[in-house]
């Protein structure tokens, strides 16, 4: 049972239903049928494949994907308590900051171990359950490096939203899980600042920013997290931090206290 429309995207929408033989909440992706091109059907199928092999907390459940004639869709775990983005807007607190950005780092490197890189992590693709934990979303132009067979993507092709994008993502140079690792960088600095580090008038001007600007340092009140931070946002790749159980690590020791012991031996 349809219950409303949760959003509509370029290529799909989204719905939030009810099974009614349990009265179960579940989200429902539906890929608009005018998009028939093989590719794009193709890249909706490997989203679903992909999720069911990466099982962490921190990453959304996949239930089924149902193809019927043209329709094509896929039944999700349903949560309820909004996005990142719009908690940022009401501003957070150092501990949230933290939390949420462990959390994201250990889904990070859940997604890693299994070659996957997510390559759009922005604040629109964390989402809330109702007890407060984060999840990730919308794995759409992810890049299954252990499936050379399904690369949808070109070579120096960009993909992913420009305000968090790493410069290699930006100049169309190979990426690596460390390009992930920047995004969850910008994140941060906005989950704290309340603004994104790198704008610009164009997307292009953005995307240089990201080059050839600065890394800007955080306000004195989050000085601690300065050094984390900086090693996230390095311009190379090898000055960053490696990894997702890195950064957890990091954090609990910038921030003591505000990552759990639960998120520190699972990663």
Do not use: C
């Amino acid at each position: 049972r349809i219950l409303e429309v949760l959003g509509v995207g370029g290529m799909a929408s989204v719905f939030k239903a009810q099974r009614i033989s349990d009265d179960r909440l579940f989200a429902i992706k539906l890929l608009d049928p005018s998009h028939a091109e093989e590719s794009v059907k193709e890249r909706f199928r490997m989203e679903f494949e992909i999720l069911q092999t990466i099982k962490h907390k921190h990453v959304v459940k996949m239930e089924e994907q149902i193809e019927d004639g043209q329709w094509i869709y896929t039944v999700m775990e349903y949560l309820p308590g909004g996005d990142l983005k719009s908690r940022i807007r009401r501003r957070l607190k150092r501990e949230e900051a933290v939390r949420y950005a462990s959390q994201i780092a250990a889904a990070l490197q859940a997604a890693h171990k299994r070659g996957v890189l997510h390559r759009d992590l922005k604040p629109a693709n964390v989402l809330f359950r109702s007890d407060g934990t984060l999840a990730l979303v919308d794995f759409g132009v992810a890049k299954d490096t252990k499936d050379t067979d399904k690369a949808l993507t070109k070579e120096g092709q960009m993909v992913g939203t420009p305000y968090y994008a790493s410069p290699e993502q930006a100049t169309g140079a190979k990426m690596d899980q460390r390009s992930d690792l920047y995004a969850l960088g910008i994140i941060l600095f906005e989950m704290l600042e309340g603004r994104r580090p790198f704008v610009g008038d164009t997307s292009l001007q953005v995307l240089m920013a990201h080059v050839k600007d600065p890394v800007p340092l955080l306000s004195q009140e989050w000085d601690a997290l300065n050094d984390v931070l900086t090693q996230l946002l390095a311009k190379d790749p090898h000055d960053r931090l490696n990894d997702g159980h890195e950064v957890v690590k990091a954090l609990a020791e910038a921030s003591p206290g505000d990552v759990s012991e639960d998120l520190l031996n699972q990663t």
